[in-house]
């Protein structure tokens, strides 16, 4: 019998009142395997450009990747299109679903091109369509099968740079839209017991645990990390309140910060793209409405704003504090333009790179009393309070005070960092050339 290899790519399948695209290829993993499917990798989370305007909250993607029976491919992909349609949040408008078919062992480079554009840039559906024919893959559109181009992207980006792994435990069906019951002090103990190989369990900023997500889709939990087994392993630790319906481990390019792009000059950033751009402080950071705060940097040729959101909490401080003259490498999203406001990058993570000296004027001191003196007004001198004497030839003394900030990275406190952030516990332990290891056994729910 002859075995062959297929990648599904699927996308926008979930609504924020329904449903979650990484949920359908956990019921798919169950159903594949009926069919005597063998999973060549875990199933890909791929999180594409968290800037899109089309997403529904992470703009997640996903791909699995089967070997299988010649014979059962029309009952594969017949089993994929109903899983969608029976999951798929058709009602709401904004939910396009895709699916990608797309055959062989090896990914052709264009389309792992589309990949990193999808997740560092904007792509099109015309183009994401233009492929998949052009290499002979197959791709269902529902509605207006935007998420064909997530689908495609999740085939393309096979993981080769730095990757993780979350571990997903689902709800069963009645508990969806209830509050989420796991023992906190459970996670809290997971946390420190698997540490620093776990990551973005808790908030350590607000004493908060953050696997739990808020909202009515199925996920009960997710635990990120190093290795396929530190995240069963963590799993196992944790302390639901509730049924789980079923788990599984994905492989994803979340905590790599692929999203990021670096751009020389600061007139090449584009609205909706996420970069890494270096710069000098132009305007002090002034607070606005709702405690957000806004500074601008500047290159030779343009200048940009730069925003610390309030819920970016630690980083606000760090950037409250910085002067003209600092020397940044700023890590974020620009905004999407509006209206007369200039282009904005809104921090992730800031590098403070150089500090400008911080300067300021004071009163002579009086050479007898050694006290500071009091001026008698605008070019009339100085006056000591303590013995009267007067000093009508001194100006003001030019004194350098000492920063309140340091050099080096800062990042977003946990809860408000986006899923493709690099957050500082993985600093260090990136997968660079590591080839996959292959599944361990049980990575998924019996
Ligand atoms: P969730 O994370 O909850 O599964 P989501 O945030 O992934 O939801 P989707 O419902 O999948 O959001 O919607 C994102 C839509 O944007 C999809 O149709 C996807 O194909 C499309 N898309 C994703 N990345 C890009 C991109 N870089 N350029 C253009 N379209 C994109």
């Known amino acids: 019998m002859t075995r062959k290899t297929m990648h599904i790519g699927l996308d926008d399948t979930d609504s924020t009142r329904k449903g979650c695209t990484t949920y359908v290829a956990a ?9 005597d499917a063998e999973f060549t990798d875990y199933p890909n989370l791929i999180r594409l450009n968290p800037n899109v305007p089309w997403k529904t909250r992470g703009n997640g993607a996903l791909c699995l990747r089967i070997r299988y029976d010649k014979n059962v491919e029309g009952q594969i992909k017949e089993t994929v299109v109903k899983t969608v349609e029976e999951q798929a949040d058709f009602e709401c408008k ?7 078919f797309f055959e062989g062992a090896q990914i052709p480079k264009e389309i792992k091109a589309f990949a990193r554009n999808a997740i560092t840039d904007i792509v099109t559906l015309k183009d994401a369509v233009k492929l998949v024919s052009k290499f002979g893959g197959e791709a269902v559109g529902f509605k207006k099968g935007r998420g064909i181009i997530g689908g495609l992207a999740a085939v393309g980006e096979t993981l080769q740079a730095d990757y993780t792994y979350e571990v997903l435990a689902y709800r069963v069906p009645e508990n969806r839209g209830l509050k989420r019951c796991v023992d906190e002090a459970s996670i809290f103990e997971m946390d420190e017991a698997t540490a620093p190989h776990t990551f973005n369990n ?10 739990t997500p808020r909202g009515p889709d199925p996920i009960l939990l997710g635990i990120r990390g190093e290795t396929p087994e530190i995240v069963k392993k963590a799993l196992a630790m944790v302390k639901p309140l509730e049924p789980v319906e079923r788990w599984v481990i994905f492989r994803t390019n979340q905590g790599t910060d692929a999203h990021l792009k670096k751009v020389e000059k600061l007139s090449q950033i584009k609205p909706y793209s996420p970069v890494i751009v270096r710069g000098t402080v132009a305007a002090n950071p002034r607070t606005i409405p ?6 601008s940097i500047r290159d030779e040729n343009a200048e940009v704003d730069c925003a610390a959101y309030e819920p970016t909490g630690s980083l606000r401080k760090v950037v409250s504090k910085l002067l003209v003259g600092d020397y940044v490498e700023v890590y974020g999203g620009v905004r999407a333009p509006m209206q007369r406001l200039p282009l904005t ?10 500090l400008a000296p911080k300067m300021a004027f004071h009163n002579p001191v009086c050479q007898k009393c050694d006290r500071r003196l009091k001026s008698m007004g605008k070019g009339k001198g100085f006056r000591c309070e303590k013995c009267g004497l007067r000093y009508r030839d001194l100006g003001k003394v030019e004194v350098k005070l000492k920063r309140d900030l340091r050099r080096g990275l800062y990042i977003t406190p946990t809860r408000s960092q986006r899923h493709l952030t690099k957050p500082f516990r ?4 990136e997968k660079r050339h590591l080839a996959f290891q292959g599944l361990i056994d049980g990575w998924h729910s019996p």
């Open 27 to 35: 019921v798919l993993v169950e159903k594949l395997q009926k069919l």
């Open 94 to 100: 904004g939910t396009d679903p895709g699916i990608v």
């Open 202 to 211: 808790v908030d350590a900023e607000k004493h908060r645990v953050i696997i």
């Open 290 to 295: 709702k405690r957000h705060i806004i500074f």
């Open 345 to 354: 990058i809104n921090l992730e993570k800031i590098r403070v790179l150089g």
């Open 426 to 429: 993985r600093y260090g332990m």
